[in-house]
């Protein structure tokens, strides 16, 4: 083993788009439903139905296709991808293989070597096919065309990954441009972002590219890494035997663990493509460019820009909370009523993000407002109600959006600022606890800790410790 051998990596990315029907009909995207409920003429392919663009895929193709620094293609067309398979109703998938909406773009990619870019070979817009359900049981195949024209966009990057660091910063930049879109939730897990990965070995410093395969529909980080490593150690063993890697698709089996060849790679040929004749070309004006380009939100590398200038936060934190557009937004509307950017900063990236992972749920199931996150801060500032009780306070407001101090009102939260009460509870703690008191007059500092620890809890924790402490040391002379 002598040699060095460099991995090349291109990715073809499916997303959903978030659209609330389908690409060329009226029906509903929404996931789950009755099996074909969500479906018509159009989506089940019934001879003499005709498709109808809607606007808003092409908006948000147009949007991605900006947000990745391509040439948008101002007339574009549709065309037919034929195949036969039960899925596929129409016989042929409606797809754009000669004038893609958007080409020739390319994304900034950070990680652990520092930035580069990742050129973006094409964009474009394609409808989804329906689903299969294979019932063993009773020994048949069942189709549900809910998913049938479901709107894709499919972003093909150009072969400038070398390894898998690189490959998921590009999906993860992806994920963050699509998401700040509001175009897609991009969520793997839920097969709404999937990714297809082509790879290649060469001997270091070779010209030319290898031979490629590509392993198709990976939907998590982890399956993605696991098939960089094995593919790139089975091709390296292939031509380590003499042996030659052959173009072909192959299917990654998560569960096992491997891959293995499904069809050897095909090509455009083999689909007999050819423009829709049921469709219209697509001419984008400028003013619908201008238009869009108008809409585009401020991303995420100028965010992290501009909270530099702006708040006086971590670097790290500022990495963290702009990951999310929901959870950027946030920070941004709490910091503005309360004016305490760390303090905000530490509610959402401890407890929001820990009680997010504790229940599986993402930034944008998020309920609680910024105004109540904000009220929670002032409560906890003007010592109204402790860090502790705080703390209880906004798993509820987590949970429900309930007002923070109507809440505390209510259930009798609040700190007793009666210095009378809280000096009657001292005493108590103070005659309760000799030995404590001995310890500390006789030069333990610390037996005091322990002194408002006992009062604290006396109080249920509505105390203010520091006025605690004061009033101890003062009672203990
Ligand atoms: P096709 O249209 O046949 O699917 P393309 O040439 O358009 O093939 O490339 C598809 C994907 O494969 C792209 O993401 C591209 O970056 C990647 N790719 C092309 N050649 C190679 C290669 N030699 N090694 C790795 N990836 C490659
Ligand atoms: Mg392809
Ligand atoms: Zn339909």
Redesign the pocket.
């Known amino acids: 083993m002598g040699k060095n051998y460099e991995t090349?990596?291109?990715?073809?990315v499916h997303v959903e788009l978030a659209t609330k029907t389908k690409i060329f009909c009226g029906c509903s995207t929404a996931f789950g439903g009755e099996p074909n409920s969500h479906t018509c003429p159009v989506c089940t392919g019934m001879p003499g139905s005709l498709p109808v663009l809607n606007r808003q895929v092409l908006e948000y193709a147009i949007a991605v296709g900006l947000a990745t620094n391509c040439e948008i293609t101002r007339d574009a067309k549709f065309d037919r991808k034929n195949y036969f398979y039960p899925d596929n109703p129409q016989n042929y998938q409606i797809s754009q293989l000669y004038l893609p909406i958007c080409r020739n773009g390319k994304v900034e990619i950070e990680t652990k070597k520092g930035k580069k870019y990742v050129?973006i070979?094409?964009i474009h817009m394609e409808e989804d096919a329906g689903k299969l359900i294979h019932d063993e049981r009773e020994d048949c195949s069942l189709v549900d065309y809910n998913r049938s024209g479901v709107p894709l966009l499919e972003i093909?990057?150009?072969?400038?990954m070398r390894d898998a660091e690189e490959v998921i910063a590009c999906l993860e930049t992806l994920r963050m441009l699509i998401q700040y879109l509001g175009a897609s939730d991009c969520k793997m897990q839920e097969g709404s972002m999937r990714a297809?990965v082509?790879?290649?070995v060469?001997e270091a410093g070779a010209k030319e590219?290898?031979?490629?395969t590509?392993t198709k529909n990976l939907n998590s980080f982890r399956a993605i890494m696991h098939v960089i490593e094995h593919e790139t150690q089975r091709q390296i063993d292939l031509l380590e035997e003499g042996r030659e890697v052959v173009q072909e698709t192959r299917r990654w089996d998560d569960n096992k663990g491997y891959s293995y060849a499904m069809r050897s790679?095909?090509?455009?040929r083999d689909y007999r493509y050819f423009p829709d004749p049921d469709l219209m070309p697509v001419h984008v004006s400028e003013e619908m460019l201008e238009e869009i380009r108008a809409k585009q939100p401020e991303f995420r590398a100028e965010r992290i820009e501009r909270y530099r200038r702006e708040f006086d936060i971590p670097a790290y934190d500022i990495g963290i909370l702009t990951e999310t557009k929901q959870m950027a937004d946030l920070f941004e509307e709490t910091t503005a009523l309360c004016g305490q950017p760390k303090k905000v900063s530490n509610w959402l990236m401890g407890e929001t993000l820990r009680l997010l992972k504790e229940r599986n749920e993402d930034p944008e199931d998020i309920r609680f407002s910024p105004k109540h996150l904000a009220k929670l801060i002032s409560l906890v500032d003007a010592k109204e109600i402790t860090g502790s009780v705080a703390k209880d306070v906004f798993v509820k407001m987590f949970e429900e959006d309930i007002d923070p101090e109507a809440y505390a009102e209510e259930q009798g939260l609040k700190t007793v600022n009666d210095e009378s009460a809280l000096r009657r509870t001292v005493e108590r703690v103070l005659t309760e606890n000799p030995q404590s008191v001995a310890d500390y007059k006789g030069g333990r500092q610390k037996a005091i800790g322990f002194l408002v620890g006992q009062t604290m809890r006396a109080m249920k924790g509505k105390a203010d410790p520091g006025l605690v402490n004061r009033m101890l040391k003062e009672l203990l002379g």
């Open positions: 090349v990596i291109g990715l073809e050129g070979h094409e093909v990057s150009e072969p400038d297809d082509n790879l290649s060469r590219f290898g031979t490629r590509e790679k095909e090509d455009a």
